[in-house]
Nanobody, 114 residues
Framework: QVQLVESGGGLVQPGGSLRLSCVGS????????ISWYRQGPGKERELVAT????????YSSDSVAGRVAITRDNNENTVYLYLDSLKQEDTAMYYC???????WGQGIQVTVSS
């Protein structure tokens, strides 16, 4: 059974940083590209970034340009999303997804507020 589990969210102050984790199981993790999405209140879900099997990264969101990074550790079956200089507009549910499939994590809430 394929599972993707996000962690690392919570309440963060503006200007702070966060690291989200996405742990995958039930499939060959190293052979999967993984994407991070987010959905803010009242907004559509947007693609933030994707890391492929070679570790190559495609950043897709102008709203986080220059503030985001994504890495993977295949030994830990984990993809990390780093976001810094956080703004209130970064408040959202963050999801990871196995690229090219409908395998999604349950999402993790990030709230940026003072």
């Amino acid at each position: 059974q394929v599972q993707l589990v996000e962690s690392g969210g919570g309440l963060v102050q503006p200007g702070g940083s966060l690291r989200l984790s996405c742990v995958g199981s039930g499939f060959t993790f190293s052979a999967a590209a993984i994407s991070w999405y987010r959905q803010g209140p009242g907004k559509e879900r947007e693609l933030v970034a994707t890391i492929n099997t070679l570790g190559e990264i495609t950043y897709s969101s102008d709203s986080v340009a220059g503030r985001v990074a994504i890495t993977r550790d295949n030994n830990e079956n984990t993809v990390y999303l780093y976001l810094d200089s956080l703004k209130q507009e970064d408040t959202a549910m963050y999801y990871c997804r196995r690229f090219g499939t409908e395998d999604w994590g349950q999402g993790i809430q990030v709230t940026v507020s003072s």
